[in-house]
T-cell receptor
Framework: GAGVSQTPSNKVTEKGKYVELRCDPISGHTALYWYRQSLGQGPEFLIYFQGTGAADDSGLPNDRFFAVRPEGSVSTLKIQRTERGDSAVYLC?????????????FGEGSRLTVL | KQEVTQIPAALSVPEGENLVLNCSFTDSAIYNLQWFRQDPGKGLTSLLLIQSSQREQTSGRLNASLDKSSGRSTLYIAASQPGDSATYLCAVHTGGFKTIFGAGTRLFVKA
């Protein structure tokens, strides 16, 4: 697609529920990133995919968070047993290659609210 | 551990004023630095990307400079307009796979 697409744009759920957030990167981009942004803060790194594999998942806060990218394109961020502290905007970004010098392109984000 | 700081946290200026936003980082071993704009409730829009070997980049009324040795970058906005009102974020790529962000500068340009 023309840009990074994220769905849903807004998700309201109850504490303890399971949530999936989807990211469709720019066509042909092999590098994909998930970030989390809390109000008034900059985005914080969660996980990075190169192709189908997670090359760095050191930013995932705990084992309730998991992400997949089975075919090297679309990625899904999965959150189990959601907690109120998980409320944030989840941003996805992609790069054409994993080159350290490449430009990052972001989606509009998925705003998660846990009641 | 790389840390990115942006000063000021918020800025209000009258329309037409030239302004400078500051970004500092603690580890000078960076590959590049990227400036983004974020409108309320929206994602990040890339403004300028400066590679570590470059000193500055320009796009329209925007000019970003990079002094890697001192760990600083500035974003200069000329002849500010109300449409420039947004949060401006800087981010550094320090190798590995992470890009580290500052908390942003919230800019308000008054008509």
């Amino acid at each position: 697609g023309a840009g990074v697409s994220q769905t849903p744009s807004n998700k309201v759920t109850e504490k303890g529920k399971y949530v999936e957030l989807r990211c469709d990167p720019i066509s042909g981009h092999t590098a994909l990133y998930w970030y989390r942004q809390s109000l008034g803060q900059g985005p914080e790194f969660l996980i990075y995919f190169q192709g189908t594999g997670a090359a760095d998942d050191s930013g995932l806060p705990n084992d309730r968070f998991f992400a997949v990218r089975p075919e090297g394109s679309v990625s899904t961020l999965k959150i189990q047993r959601t907690e109120r502290g998980d409320s944030a905007v989840y941003l996805c970004a992609s790069k054409p290659t994993p080159s350290a010098t490449g430009e990052l392109f972001f989606g509009e984000g998925s705003r998660l609210t846990v009641l | 551990k790389q840390e990115v700081t942006q000063i000021p946290a918020a800025l209000s200026v009258p329309e037409g004023e030239n302004l400078v936003l500051n970004c500092s980082f603690t580890d000078s071993a960076i590959y590049n630095l990227q400036w983004f704009r974020q409108d309320p409730g929206k994602g990040l829009t890339s403004l300028l990307l400066i590679q570590s070997s470059q000193r500055e980049q320009t796009s329209g009324r925007l000019n970003a400079s990079l002094d890697k040795s001192s760990g600083r970058s500035t974003l200069y906005i000329a002849a500010s307009q109300p449409g420039d009102s947004a949060t401006y974020l800087c981010a550094v790529h320090t190798g590995g796979f992470k890009t580290i962000f500052g908390a942003g500068t919230r800019l308000f340009v008054k008509a």
